[in-house]
């Protein structure tokens, strides 16, 4: 239950076993492939070397190929994959077998080129109705389109703004040219659709008369046949295109029952991708391939197992101090949940940091089930986390968010046996409501709303425990590196003042006070240089009490959620119970059922949000600050990493 230990690993090879090579990497899972060091520092064959070639952008197509492809077979079967995906085991030599992946890839290929036909025939569509839309005023006018001029007439089809006045500008026009004639087609709430019939000797004068009244001209070259008919053949057209369109969709649908094909190669190609991504830090020289890397010391013997029959030369080495190793958490397994709360803030340096997700988890969960103290919801927590965990094996975050959920989920049930909840006060007013002559009141050893500062006490004394061991931490730390009377001097001064003031309450002696501002004066400034400076040091920590004190009373939240949970599912309850007063019991109790469950599935979402978020943040500014020590840079190996399958060996085992 510690950080592991990093060695730095060198490997030499020969560019024929690169592939291979990689693949028993990944395998092994325990090797992260870092950016080699510059030729110059390296002994002069190191200057022969070259950034090995590699087809990431390949994979990346083919990834992104077959990702289209399942998307729209999602899309067009209307295939609904829900939150969680429901993994499938599958052994190493199938899920690597190229010729599967080659069939899935013709398969993407095939429906991403289905999916590239629809979007023209959607987009025919569109253009389709455009044109339909753009001839429908036109439809009264019995004369062909292409019919635009004869021996001494044009034909002209225009428009014009709707408020223009018709009368008017057919009489001006024909003051203007004799031999002209204007007349409306249609119109509708924008503008007016006209035919104009002129000699044409005429038209320049005609034109310009009405293009003064905002009049355009509508081209129509490219059409045949009278509106009408035109109108009647974009119809036929856009039946036909419907049809195939649907043709198509049914093609694209077809492959719902290759999908697992195509989830397949996804995952394959993610592996793909990674050893690709590897191979780019490779260097080589076109004969031989030299490597550098992280290697954990928990997967030594595993890295031997997987390259003993490679031809190739490794060592592994201690960290330079100039390095900085990642960093990996490696606990049992029932305790590697808490990781994701550690994670979020910072994983802890490499050198001088410690492992805290032992030291924090029991203080969490506890918190948690404090804060959120409901026999009903626990269970509910613990049941719904249980079951995702059985059904789908979430891994990595998702999965230690379920796994932790299960405990938190039997916190919160121990504290609603203490404190009496079980929907809040769900049974008492439902026994009241419906059943006057049997209310049931459920046993609680201290009862939050009607005793809360007992429950403050309790919180004030947990965030004490809390913070004293963090500095515990502390002092353990420092011992380790050499530092024991640093960690002392640091922490045990602030225990000998708060203990005076503890007396000063009980007894009303301040002794023990004085006591304990005079350590913190003489200690707290002792790396200054120069007694007036090691004395202001020592003086200017005193203010530091009221962090302190901040930091005690931030610990209330425990009771104020705790009050808040309870509270908000008690408001939910009694509301409950209102509507049915009047009513015939049976629907009475109905309409209490349907407000209740609404009412507590809302407190339950609200308040897991509040009370991870508030657990985690005592965990984050009280207890790490007293010895934390953050910056740590994640391990991140070349290892299987699947998001549809896990893939086991021969035995049965998933591979990790």
């Given at each position: ?266 995952d394959r190609l993610q592996q793909e991708l990674q050893k690709e991504q590897a191979r780019e830090k490779i260097l080589t020289d076109g004969t031989m391939i030299f490597l550098e890397g992280w290697v954990a010391q928990t ?358």
């Open positions: 239950m510690s950080i592991v230990k990093m060695k730095r690993l060198r490997l030499l090879s020969l560019t024929s076993e690169r592939d291979h090579l990689l693949a028993r990497l990944q395998r092994a899972g325990c090797v992260e492939v870092t950016e080699p060091e510059e030729p110059q520092s390296m002994p002069e064959w190191g200057s022969l070397l070259r950034r090995d070639s590699t087809a990431l952008l390949t994979v990346k197509s083919q990834a992104t190929t077959v990702r289209t492809a399942l998307e729209n077979v999602n899309r067009y079967a209307a295939v609904r994959s829900g939150l969680f995906i429901q993994r499938e085991a599958i052994r190493e030599q199938d899920f690597f077998r190229q010729e599967t992946m080659e069939e899935a890839l013709a398969l993407a290929e095939k429906i991403n080129a289905w999916n590239r036909q629809l979007a023209k025939l959607q987009t025919q569509e569109t253009n389709l109705k455009n044109l339909k839309t753009s001839l429908m005023p036109w439809a009264p006018l019995d004369l062909p389109l292409e019919l635009q001029e004869t021996a001494t007439s044009v034909f002209q089809l225009g428009t014009c703004p709707l408020a223009v006045n018709l009368s008017e500008l057919t009489a001006q026009l024909e003051k203007t040219a004799e031999r002209a004639h204007l007349q409306e087609i249609s119109q509708d709430k924008h503008q007016r659709y006209l035919l104009l019939i002129c000699h044409k000797e005429a038209l320049e004068r005609a034109t310009q008369c009405l293009r003064a009244h905002g009049y355009g001209i509508s081209h129509w070259k490219a059409r045949t046949g009278t509106p009408a008919e035109n109108i009647r053949r974009v119809e036929e057209e856009l039946l036909q295109n419907q049809r195939e369109r649907e043709d198509v969709i049914q093609s694209i649908s077809a492959c719902q029952s290759q999908r697992k094909k195509l989830e397949l190669c996804q997967g030594l013997s595993r890295l031997e197992e997987e390259l003993s029959d490679i031809l190739c030369a490794y060592e592994w080495r201690e960290p330079d101090p100039e390095e900085i190793p990642p960093t990996l958490l490696k606990n049992q397994k029932w305790l590697s949940c808490i990781n994701m709360v550690t994670e979020m803030y910072s994983l802890p340096a490499y050198r001088g940091g410690i492992d805290p997700n032992p030291l924090i988890f029991g203080f969490f969960v506890v918190f948690f089930g404090m804060m959120f103290a409901d026999l009903a919801y626990g269970l509910v927590l613990w049941a719904v986390s249980l079951g995702i965990t059985k059904k789908y094996r979430p891994k990595g975050t998702v999965g230690n968010m379920f796994q932790l959920g299960q405990y938190l989920g039997i916190s919160t049930a121990v504290f609603g046996v203490l404190t009496g909840g079980f929907f809040g006060d769900a049974v008492y007013q439902f026994t009241t409501a419906f059943f006057p002559e049997h209310v049931i009141t459920l046993p609680a050893l201290i009862n939050p709303l009607q005793d809360p500062m007992t429950i403050m006490v309790i919180a004030l004394g947990l965030g004490v425990l809390h913070m004293l061991f963090g500095q515990c931490v502390h002092i353990y730390m420092e011992a380790r590196d050499g530092r024991l009377l640093d960690g002392i001097l640091d922490v045990v001064p602030w225990w000998i003042v708060f203990a005076g003031i503890a007396l000063a309450a009980l007894q009303g002696s301040s002794v023990v006070v004085l006591v304990g501002f005079l350590a913190l004066l003489f200690t707290q400034g002792r790396h200054k240089k120069g007694i007036v400076r090691k004395l202001l040091g020592g003086l200017a920590s005193w203010y530091d009490i009221t962090s302190w004190l901040g930091d005690i009373l931030s610990y209330c939240r425990l009771m104020a959620l705790m009050l808040a949970t309870s509270v908000i599912s008690q408001v939910f309850n009694i509301l409950a119970t209102l509507p049915g007063e009047g009513l015939p019991k049976p629907v009475g109790i109905l309409v209490f059922l349907v407000i209740f469950l609404v009412g507590n599935l809302f407190n339950m979402g609200i308040n897991i949000i509040g009370t991870y978020v508030h657990a985690a943040r005592l965990q984050y500014l009280e207890f790490f600050s007293k010895f934390y020590k953050e910056g740590g840079v994640p391990f991140n190996p070349l290892k299987y990493q699947t998001k549809y399958v896990d893939v086991t060996t021969d035995s049965g085992e998933v591979v990790e």
